[in-house]
């Protein structure tokens, strides 16, 4: 048993997850997944560098460049109805019917106030002030946050350097849940094929907040490792959304399509029923070996 | 020729004008009542309860309580009682209670923890509160699970006959003939948001079908106002002595192009609506005892936000800020999160 987790703890490292390593392969070896504190199962997303954004679709996704991407813990699903009540927090959701599915109609708010609590659930230090207008992030902590809009990007795409991580657009209906397939409502969450990676509904079921202020020419001027978004935002900006949804074309799926979306909280009342979101937090080797060390015990 | 003309439209200004006259200015039919509201305000770093003259002329902080966050005043109807919220700590840690005073207020007393957008019975010795969904505090309107109720004479709490299906419910409001609560209901009770009649003390629950939150009766009973949207409020009948009420149209608009209205009240003739008005925004969360939310919210600092009264007239509107004025006015002026307002007689001595 110790020596599963030894030889996915090595294969992780070859993979590129300590700092100063070179890009990831494409796709040629699965990241492995990891069940957090609190039992969320996540994926070790590798360092590597990736081509972000396009240049053949919207004018606010160019011009594509290489980001530098540091590795993270990515939350395998989508955050559930089950999870976000068990955080003590109203769930806002249109579609009640499964707590398997995922929470929607969360303003931005809401997702970050949910980080904090898994954060303190499992004794991690939070990422978002609540006490300073806007909730500012910091980083550094090792609690959760939302993803950076290049963070999601690089983990929709899976190593791959395509706009759909599985390839032709056809392929999406086995992939995700959008317009032409989801009924015009939520599904429960991981009922989709995965990416390479591992990881479930990026492609659809519901949009997901970033943590980056959006401004359409960003791309012009962003860092080339690790991205934070532009600077400001504790008023009501809008902020980046990633992924298709039930209600998306197969166009607004790919991994390149972002929207600015009003964040909702200056609205009492928040009804759009595509917002989701997942959760990311930083991660060292340390971690990763402890997460894996911890998993193997017990099995 | 040029003078015949000019003395039509002079005519015709004089006409409508006096015509306005008689519909009534409603500084000047306020003055003459011995009607106050109880409100909310932001006054020297924590919230207070004010009680306002109707005709906004006189405004007396109520609890002057440095540091004592008070919120959410609902006046009994007999105009003897208040109870209002107190919201005590910091974050999620913050305690949001229920407390009933005198109108003068003498007398504070806690009712219980935990609980939120209460409402007198007609009674006027039991309250009906909204229990907190979880433990950790939220400051989310409708962040609430089943209906209790409080006798104040006895100090007995019960719940609900239905409680248990009553789910994300906000902004209760009772029936006059304590047949109906009518509320707003947000992700909860398997709707998506809607307003509804909740049986008092049975299990019936009826669909208004309408968009919007905030209902409240008229005093009589026979009209709902609520919030239609951020900048609309409106007024329908509703016969609540029927076993299953329907709303009639629209009776009663009023309207505000650029600021948010909120939170109307009748006033106890109901000829009178009440509103909080200001502009859209979040809050400023470095005021203490505030949070991040939108400004409409119960604990929200609400920045330019003040008390409004305005003329019910049935099949005519209201449009804030525009002309004519004599059919709107202010009765908070300094913008200090004015929010919330609620009606009363106070009991003569």
Redesign the interface.
Known sequence: MTHRWLKGALGLLALGLAEGCGPAPASQAKPQSVTTASGVPMIVVPTGLFQMGSDDYEADEGPQHEVRISSFLMDQFEVTHDLF?KA???????W?DDIRKPVE?VRW??AKLYCN?RSLMEGLTPCYD??????PCDFAANGYRLPTEAEWEYAARAGTGRLYSFGAPAKLKANGWFADNAGQRTHVVGTRRPNAWGLHDLYGNVSEWCQDVYEPDYYKRSPAADPLGPAGGAG?TRRVMKGGSWKASASMCRASFRKGQRTG?????F?TDFCGFRCVRRVTPADVLSLLAKAASEK | MKHIKASVILGTIVLLQAAALRAGNVREELGDSKYKLVHESYANNNWELFVTSADGKSSVNLTNTPGVNELYPQASPDGAKICFLIDNGTGRATIRSLWVMNFDGTGRKKVTDRARQQCWAPDSQTIAFLPQEYSKFNVTDYYTKGISFHHLPSGNTREHVNTKLLHHLYNISYAPNGKWIVATVHAGMGYRHTNLLIEANGNKVINLGIDGCRPTFSPDGKHIAWGAGDHELAVVPIDIESDNPKLGKKFFQVFDKQNKIYHVDWSPDGRFLSLSRGPNGKGDITKPGTYEAACEIVGVHAKGWDIFAVKVARGSSVTIGHKPVYDWQPLTRNGYSNKESDWFLPPSK
């Not at chain 1, 003590?88 to 249109?94: I, K, T």
């Not at chain 1, 609540?130 to 909730?135: D, L």
């Open positions: 009540v003590q927090l109203p769930n806002p959701s249109r009640q109609r708010r809401e609590e609540e006490a300073k207008p806007g909730w009501d909280d200056t609205d009492a009342c009804f």
